[in-house]
């Protein structure tokens, strides 16, 4: 039981600072900042609902669902690093997403859920610790850090208060910084072992 415990707190640990609700806060807030607030808090159900299921999806069947498609963890690590590369530099030209051709209550899916949520290092955080730790202590860590996610995104307009406009426009924009870095480190990663 101890050992299960620990193993919770690590996994649950880890996947909390992988997903990093907070930090994204600015982020998620400059993702729906064109939208109205009924479609606001339905766009960050859908995400919380999206993420959730990704997670769960993941954790069951990831590594079959890449073999299914003979794709390896390290090019789902590339195509994964390229895509937040691309949202870090719309959100540092524009301190915001810009996608007018996106369906506004799909923002929540795509791409507050996956990739900003749930992207590559999440996915590979929950395959690990599925590998060492478990099925049953990656599931419980999902559920938890998912139901912490649900809670930072229903009073993500008071924390978004709290930061204030320009406050948030200057971490959205360190953080497009810190994603666009981690999406290099993914790239880099995924290149040096298809191509050793």
Known sequence: METFLQDLVRATLALFIVVDPLGNVPIMISLTRHLPDDMRRKAFNTASIVASAIAIIIVL???????????????????????????????????????????????????????????????TTLMVFHQTSGIVVTVVSVLLV???????????????????????????????????????????DGLRHSFP
Request: glycine share 10%.
């Open 61 to 123: 069947g990831g590594q079959q669902i890449l073999n299914l498609f003979r794709i390896d963890m390290y090019s789902f690590m590339i195509a994964g690093g390229v895509l937040l590369i691309l949202i870090s530099i719309k959100i540092l030209i524009y301190g915001q997403w810009i996608e007018a051709s996106t369906a506004r209550e799909e923002v929540g899916a795509v791409p507050i859920a996956f990739p900003l949520l749930v992207g590559p290092g999440a996915i």
């Open 146 to 188: 998912m139901s912490l996610t649900r809670i930072v995104l229903r009073f993500i307009d008071n924390i978004y208060r709290k930061l204030g406009r320009i406050g948030s426009d200057v971490v959205a924009r360190l953080m497009a910084i810190f994603i666009a870095a981690i999406a290099v480190q993914f790239i880099i």
